[in-house]
């Protein structure tokens, strides 16, 4: 079965420091993983995904994430902090094998950039 | 493009009432979607559809329905409202179900059941 699992509930960082969202995934087969970015009172928003081609994925806003089949991982990482970067971000598998598209999501990070 | 758009954006139910959540969405996307978000939990799949007049049952289907008459409409049924339905719900829409798709999102409908 399928599982994802963010490491943090709630991480803070000071702005202008660098951000580091934990993500581990389990699935039996290479999946696709997507990170979203939900801002108070939004809706989803699609940062970026990994669909078998570089494990280095750059995204929207400065962030990226690499995929690390050995370690099951997909961080999600920012060099520098935005005030605006302050939401809540899911880390999200899309099984290879995935009939109708279910995604599979995380519990959520929450993230805080303090001035 | 509106991309995906959602009515009513609030509601409050009292316990035992009924309504309907309507999801729009002007991609020509075959692949819908409903899920719930309650706090600490994610999001959760209700129901979804695969195309114009099919659905399925998702994650946590027990209470609600949904109907997909028009392949750019996706509606969510409650019949008769719980407090364990007050909730944020999102409707999701994708062109493909590979898993290579994203999916875009509504910008939610907040419910309270009291």
């Known amino acids: 079965a399928q599982s994802v699992t963010q490491l943090d509930s709630h991480v803070s960082v000071s702005e202008g420091t660098p951000v580091l969202l934990r993500c581990n995934y389990s699935s039996s087969y290479s999946p696709s993983l997507f990170w979203y970015v939900q801002h108070p009172n939004k809706g989803l928003q699609l940062l970026l995904k990994?669909?078998?081609?570089?494990?280095l994925v750059k995204g929207i806003n400065g962030f990226e994430a690499e995929f690390k089949k050995s370690e099951t991982s997909f961080h999600l990482t920012k060099p520098s902090a935005h005030m605006s970067d302050a939401a809540e971000y899911f880390c999200v598998v899309s099984p290879i094998y995935n009939q109708g598209g279910k995604l599979i999501f995380g519990q959520g990070t929450e993230l805080s950039v303090k001035p | 493009n509106a991309g995906v758009t959602q009515t009513p954006k609030f509601r409050v139910l009292k316990t035992g009432q009924s309504m309907t959540l309507l999801c729009a969405q002007d991609m020509n996307h075959e692949y819908m979607y409903w899920y719930r978000q309650d706090p600490g939990m994610g999001l959760r799949l209700i129901h979804y559809s695969v195309g114009e007049g099919t659905t399925a049952k998702g994650e946590v289907p027990d209470g609600y329905n949904v109907s997909r008459l028009k392949k750019q409409n996706f509606l969510l049924g409650l019949e008769s409202a719980a407090p364990s339905q007050t909730s944020v719900y999102f409707c999701?829409?994708?062109?493909?179900?590979?898993?290579?798709?994203?999916?875009?999102f509504g910008p939610g409908t907040r419910l309270t059941v009291t």
């Open positions: 999701a829409s994708s062109y493909s179900d590979t898993s290579a798709y994203e999916q875009y």
């Open positions: 990994y669909t078998s081609a570089a494990t």
